[in-house]
């Protein structure tokens, strides 16, 4: 039988039970990287709503790694405990709780985008930012904040931050850690060649270019324990053909590695590289066809996400063995109760909120 968008998904010793995950979305709304009420509600509609995978926003290991001020974090005890009501609250409805680990690299220290994700400098209270070399992100408008290139300290620092995030995102509840390698942030900037321009062995070849990824994935998978799923996000693609870049062939070799380094899915995104990335249309599913080219190439599961609002398209990319998972992130935003709807469109029987019985469509 073929699966469908709400055939359980079987991960090591965790079942999901659809395909339908809730991507990570920033929110800006913490306060010194803690969460709040606003994410306890707005995580826990999408889990009430029925999504079979909740994923937090990119949260932060180290305060250096947040976006912006208003980044969840999970540097401390105290971060894990601000969090541990959320991942509670997701399982309870029946969804996975899941967290995306991140470091923003030399995408740090920004505005919210509704004060215009501009750059914050360091005297109104914006900090320096790290990254593989030392030339800084492109700002179109304001100064990019002083970008310093790590040293072989940092990088180690930074491995330990990404496992001692997710030994605190166990304790806090969560089921499913995602290690987040895409849109341009710090593990994305080390593998293209359009950021990375170090000469050490985190620089120049292929080998060298993923080994950080490769290293934060196995600490995490060292700390996470083995029947519980880790995800890692990548950008297929920089959408930068006119120069040396990094581009789906790569990303094709390197799920693989991920595999070897302990990852169980590959969320498939794109971009975010560099302002004059070129991309085609992002229409629906644009980024579908890279989760494809990254499933032929490994034997662990795959995300597909972008502009996929339809439940008929979500279900035909599972039906068609095109991802595994159907990852959505505006069409929750608008919905959240996206998997409710999407079910009932599909003549799937899933079950209801008991308290929303009285609001099912029969
Ligand atoms: C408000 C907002 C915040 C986002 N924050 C993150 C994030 O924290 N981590 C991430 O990997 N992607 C982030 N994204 C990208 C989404 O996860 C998703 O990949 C993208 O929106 C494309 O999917 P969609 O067309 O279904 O919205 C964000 C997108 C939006 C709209």
């Not at 609250?89 to 923003?104: C, D, E, N, T, Y």
């Not at 321009?197 to 196995?218: A, K, P």
């Not at 062939?249 to 004059?276: C, K, N, Y």
Request: charged letters at 25%; proline letters at 7%.
């Amino acid at each position: 039988m073929t699966d469908s968008l709400f055939t359980p998904l079987t991960l090591r010793g965790t079942e999901l039970p659809n395909r339908v995950m809730v991507s990570p979305m920033c929110q800006y709304s913490a306060e010194d990287g803690l969460a709040s009420d606003w994410h306890l509600v707005h995580l826990g509609s999408r889990a009430v709503g029925g999504a079979g995978v909740v994923m937090t926003e990119a949260t932060a290991v180290s305060p250096r790694g947040r976006i912006s001020p208003g980044d969840l974090g999970i540097w401390s005890d105290e971060h894990a405990d601000a969090l541990a009501p959320v991942a509670d609250f997701v399982r309870s409805q029946g969804s996975v709780p899941a967290i995306q680990l991140a470091h923003a690299g030399r995408k740090a220290s920004k505005r919210p985008p509704w004060e215009g994700s501009t750059p914050i400098p360091e005297d109104e209270g914006g900090w320096e930012v790290i990254a593989p070399s030392d030339d800084p992100y492109p700002y179109e408008e304001g100064d990019a904040p002083e970008t310093r290139s790590m040293t072989a300290e940092d990088i180690d620092a930074v491995i330990d931050q990404f496992r001692s995030a997710a030994e605190r995102a166990l304790e806090a509840g969560f089921e499913i850690a995602e290690v987040h390698a895409a849109h341009g942030y710090l593990l994305h900037e080390f593998l293209s060649p359009v950021t990375n321009h170090r000469d050490d062995e985190y620089g120049g070849s292929f080998e060298n270019r993923t080994r950080l990824v490769r290293e934060v994935t196995e600490a995490v998978r060292d700390v996470w324990p083995e029947e519980k799923p880790v995800f890692v996000r990548i950008s297929a693609t920089d959408w930068l053909p006119d120069r040396e870049s990094w581009d789906v062939e790569q990303s094709a070799r390197l799920a693989p590695l991920l595999a070897e380094a302990g990852a169980d899915l590959v969320d498939v995104s794109s971009g975010g590289t560099h302002p004059d990335q070129q991309i085609p249309h992002a229409g629906p599913g644009y980024q579908v066809p890279y989760a494809e080219r990254v499933k032929e190439a490994t034997d662990i599961a795959v995300g597909a996400v972008g502009g996929i609002t339809e439940p008929e398209h979500a279900d035909a990319i599972v039906r068609n063995g095109r991802a595994d998972l159907a990852v959505g992130g505006r069409e929750h935003l608008r919905n959240p109760y996206f998997a409710l709807e999407a079910a009932h469109e599909l003549g799937e029987d899933v079950e209801w909120p008991v308290q929303y019985h009285r609001g099912t469509f029969d």
